[in-house]
């Protein structure tokens, strides 16, 4: 008999949606572990909780992760040139381990490194997390010796991060823990975990988001900061929230992130800027500087029409593109039937970011996966986006061996890359466009459809709006009806019922 304490936590836990219910994807999977969870099932009774499984999947699909980069970690990272790339397992940690100097104990930012790059061109967070994974690397052996133990550190110390934006993106949406294993089992996250830093960034996004869900606007902005003090894709966030703050008159909530993102990235960056400002400079120089490169729409264009495209006009072009997205993006908040969810307007920026920046390297996807878990939780679509990454991913190493091979010519050729980056930016947009329509159409969007408003949204959740434009004022609350419970927006006592498509 349960006592008096597990009765009263159960009153205001929220019933869990169950992803088996609602997806027909996820409960043709289930079966490969006996079938969908049934609704007397004593859920959350034992240490197997939805978090705890998710995070489970996401250490064991990262190690897998490891594993097929074991051909390289024996040998192709230092022997053959193409070997690397024909076994799909290239890292960028253990070649940046010698041509960084930390091998030679130069210290990032403050000595200039020997060669073309003079500085460490990684903002000041990720230089922190090298340096840590370089004091924790011996320093004996053969620098073989070293750059395997250097990789192996980094895989260690980002296997904590992928762990953590497993657990932050299943609590987020407090409903739907099991929307975790789409992050958990992407194939594209295991693939690509360990090619470069970006889950140090992605990690801290991922617990920013969590804390902005519980109404923890100071917390959601210093780790933003702190995200944006490791890559510097993360603060794009804050344009969404400027949108959803606006049409729901949120200001105070958003002048205090905005105040916490800058004062932590400044706490960061301020020391480095001051005593080494050519060494902190390198990022923002070199990523203007830098020419078209690897998966970007603008390598496409210039293989296709056989043109050369300048840094300069590729910097131009992307910024033309991005105000255009900017503008897109309001015009969508501001007149929605709804106020999109947060997570939505999150995951299309940072996928514009992506699809007109100059480069697009396969670790890129990671900035996207626990976004695309929280802004579409439907199976089949992840599922297919995934496919496109993937086929990227395999598409870049096989050019990539192609071109480093000689006479040989072993991999694939430029009209079959062109094609992977054309899977990869269709993939992309594909998932984009189904996001659009679930905001257009609220009533597609599995999250409202469950009975939710915006579980991601802390403060904008179930909040009335106050400026609005078009058809979203007429009337002001639910200008799109679907079938199933409806949440009144700023009615905290609206209760989520639990509908099946």
Request: charged share 20%; glycine share 10%.
């Given at each position: 008999m349960?006592?008096?304490?597990?009765?009263?936590?159960?009153?205001?836990?929220?019933?869990?949606?169950?992803?088996?219910?609602?997806?027909?994807?996820?409960?043709?999977?289930?079966?490969?572990?006996?079938?969908?969870?049934?609704?007397?099932?004593?859920?959350?009774?034992?240490?197997?909780?939805?978090?705890?499984?998710?995070?489970?999947?996401?250490?064991?699909?990262?190690?897998?992760?490891?594993?097929?980069?074991?051909?390289?970690?024996?040998?192709?990272?230092?022997?053959?040139?193409?070997?690397?790339?024909?076994?799909?397992?290239?890292?960028?940690?253990?070649?940046?381990?010698?041509?960084?100097?930390?091998?030679?104990?130069?210290?990032?930012?403050?000595?200039?490194?020997?060669?073309d790059m003079d500085y460490l061109e990684y903002p000041v967070l990720t230089g922190v997390f090298m340096e840590v994974a370089a004091w924790l690397t011996p320093g004996s052996g053969s620098i073989q010796d070293q750059e395997q133990i250097y990789w192996m550190v980094n895989a260690g110390m980002l296997m904590v991060c992928a762990a953590v934006i497993a657990v932050c993106t299943a609590r987020t949406h407090r409903r739907r823990p099991w929307d975790g294993l789409l992050v958990a089992l992407a194939p594209a996250f295991a693939l690509t975990a360990t090619i470069n830093w970006d889950l140090l960034a992605v990690a801290l996004l991922a617990a920013a988001m969590l804390m902005?869900?519980?109404?923890?606007?100071?917390?959601?902005?210093?780790?933003?900061?702190?995200?944006?003090?490791?890559?510097?894709?993360?603060?794009?966030?804050?344009?969404?929230?400027?949108?959803?703050?606006?049409?729901?008159?949120?200001?105070?909530?958003?002048?205090?992130?905005?105040?916490?993102?800058?004062?932590?990235?400044?706490?960061?960056?301020?020391?480095?800027?001051?005593?080494?400002?050519?060494?902190?400079?390198?990022?923002?120089?070199?990523?203007?500087?830098?020419?078209?490169?690897?998966?970007?729409?603008?390598?496409?264009?210039?293989?296709?029409?056989?043109?050369?495209?300048?840094a300069d006009s590729a910097n131009t072009w992307a910024l033309i593109m991005m105000l255009l997205v900017c503008a897109g993006l309001t015009a969508i908040t501001l007149t929605a039937p709804r106020r999109p969810r947060f997570a939505q307007l999150a995951f299309l920026i940072v996928a514009a970011f992506i699809l007109t920046n100059k480069v697009y390297s396969p670790q890129y996807v990671l900035w996207l996966v626990p976004l695309a878990a929280l802004a579409r939780p439907r199976w089949r679509d992840f599922l297919?986006?995934?496919a496109c990454e993937v086929a990227y991913f395999l598409g870049i190493w096989l050019y990539l061996a192609y071109t480093t091979s000689g006479d040989a010519h072993k991999g694939l050729p430029t009209d079959g890359y062109q094609m992977a980056i054309a899977v990869h930016l269709v993939g992309t947009l594909y998932l984009c466009a189904?996001?659009?329509?679930?905001?257009?159409?609220?009533?597609?969007?599995?999250?409202?459809?469950?009975?939710?408003?915006?579980?991601?949204?802390?403060?904008?959740?179930?909040?009335?709006?106050?400026?609005?434009?078009?058809?979203?004022?007429?009337?002001?609350?639910?200008a799109a009806h679907f079938d199933g419970p409806q949440v009144e927006w700023g009615s905290r006592s609206a209760t989520a019922g639990d509908s099946s498509p």
């Open positions: 349960p006592s008096a304490e597990t009765t009263r936590a159960s009153v205001h836990e929220p019933e869990l949606v169950r992803p088996t219910k609602e997806d027909e994807v996820a409960a043709s999977g289930s079966e490969l572990i006996g079938g969908p969870i049934g609704r007397r099932a004593l859920l959350g009774t034992s240490w197997w909780t939805p978090v705890r499984v998710v995070a489970l999947v996401a250490i064991g699909m990262f190690a897998l992760g490891m594993v097929q980069k074991l051909p390289c970690y024996d040998g192709a990272w230092f022997f053959g040139a193409s070997s690397q790339y024909t076994h799909a397992c290239y890292s960028d940690i253990p070649h940046l381990y010698q041509g960084r100097g930390f091998a030679d104990g130069l210290v990032p930012y403050f000595d200039k490194i020997p060669g902005w869900s519980r109404g923890r606007a100071l917390a959601f902005g210093v780790l933003i900061g702190l995200a944006t003090a490791a890559k510097f894709y993360p603060f794009l966030v804050i344009g969404p929230l400027f949108l959803l703050c606006w049409r729901a008159g949120k200001w105070r909530e958003f002048g205090t992130a905005l105040l916490g993102a800058v004062g932590a990235w400044l706490v960061v960056n301020l020391p480095v800027m001051y005593l080494a400002p050519e060494g902190w400079a390198k990022f923002y120089s070199f990523s203007h500087d830098r020419g078209v490169d690897f998966g970007s729409v603008f390598l496409f264009i210039s293989q296709w029409l056989k043109i050369t495209i300048t297919i986006w995934q189904v996001v659009v329509r679930d905001i257009f159409m609220p009533e597609r969007d599995m999250v409202r459809r469950a009975g939710d408003d915006d579980p991601s949204g802390g403060v904008l959740d179930d909040a009335e709006d106050i400026f609005v434009l078009g058809a979203a004022a007429h009337p002001p609350r639910h």
